[in-house]
């Protein structure tokens, strides 16, 4: 007894908080035995106290997330899953420590009980059969709870995997959502930019068919000026056939000659109207499929919502 009062004094309530905390991120269970072993020294009496006060989130500031586990969340799941854990850290520290509590400290007294009559059952052989009796009745009680403790974590790992899990397909439902976006936001920029080139074409339409509008009434009025000279032409060779028939053929050319111009003018006003009438059919096209994308909007909205809503589920079931 007297070998072992040095070890106890050397036992802080830092090194029974870190033991603890390191055990329980390597997915151990804490006990005052465990830790014990981990310490190379102290008694189960003089840690239990203090394994109390860890699990009922009393030993002073929260731990931090331990390295380990905090690397291995974030080679997982990057920045995301890490920020993620340390949020949740604290609450699962606390439900796992009072989780435990009770039925771990009945179990180290049963223990402790077991090996008490162990130790005086060598002094009487008669004494030793009832109390070895006593031992492994509290053994089988103590191996039950100690199961039941297990079957616990197990759950409770099995709820984090799903965590895991339920995070991983939120992160991809919004990454695939901000692909479908940005590709939207591209077909977008190429329908204006073909829009823009669209109406710069129907602008150069239009300078054009004025254009034509504009020869075709200088053609007009060089015709009309050709019909008043054929008339005085007409009335100053009248007293002369010969001359007049000449004239009349030189009109009558003169007329044929504006007739075709001014055919060929109309004939190409008429695919100029064309022309415009087609770009606008294009425009009306290009102005459907803006309206069409526009219309997907709010579906993309929708997908956003419904991982907004996975991740606040998996908040809750966290």
Do not use: C, Y
């Not at 079957?151 to 991809?172: N, W």
């Not at 300078?207 to 008339?231: I, K, M, N, Y």
């Amino acid at each position: 007894m007297n070998a072992t009062q040095p070890s106890r004094a050397t036992i802080t309530r830092e090194e029974v908080v870190r033991t603890a905390d390191a055990l329980l991120a390597t997915g151990v269970r804490p006990t005052a035995i465990r830790i014990r072993e981990q310490l190379g020294r102290g008694s189960p009496n003089t840690i239990q106290p203090w394994l109390v006060e860890w699990r009922a989130g009393a030993a002073g500031p929260p731990a931090p997330i331990p390295p380990a586990l905090a690397s291995e969340a974030s080679r997982r799941g990057g920045e995301v899953l890490l920020t993620l854990l340390q949020s949740f850290w604290p609450k699962l520290r606390e439900h796992l420590a009072l989780e435990f509590d009770e039925r771990l400290h009945d179990a180290l007294a049963a223990a402790k009980d077991a090996h008490e009559e162990q130790v005086e059952a060598t002094s009487a052989v008669d004494a030793l059969e009832a109390r070895l009796a006593a031992a492994e009745d509290a053994h089988v009680a103590t191996k039950a709870t100690l199961e039941q403790a297990q079957g616990m974590a197990v759950s409770l790992e099995a709820q984090r995997a799903d965590l895991a899990v339920l995070l991983r397909e939120a992160l991809a439902a919004n990454a695939r959502s901000d692909a479908t976006a940005r590709s939207l936001r591209q077909d977008l920029d190429q329908v204006r930019a073909q829009h823009a080139e669209l109406t710069t074409q129907l602008q150069a339409a239009l300078h054009d068919r004025d254009r034509l509008a504009r020869d075709l009434g200088a053609r007009t009025v060089e015709l009309d000026q050709a019909r008043t000279h054929s008339v005085a032409l007409q009335e100053q060779l009248g007293a002369a056939d010969g001359a007049q028939r000449r004239l009349a053929a030189q009109l009558e050319e003169e007329r044929s000659t504006a007739r075709a111009s001014l055919d060929r003018l109309r004939d190409d006003l008429a695919t100029e109207r064309q022309d415009h009438a087609t770009d606008r059919g294009r425009l009306d096209a290009q102005a459907k499929l803006l309206a069409t994308q526009a219309a997907e909007i709010p579906e993309l909205r929708e997908m956003v919502a419904r991982v907004v809503a996975v991740q606040a589920r998996a908040a809750d079931r966290s």
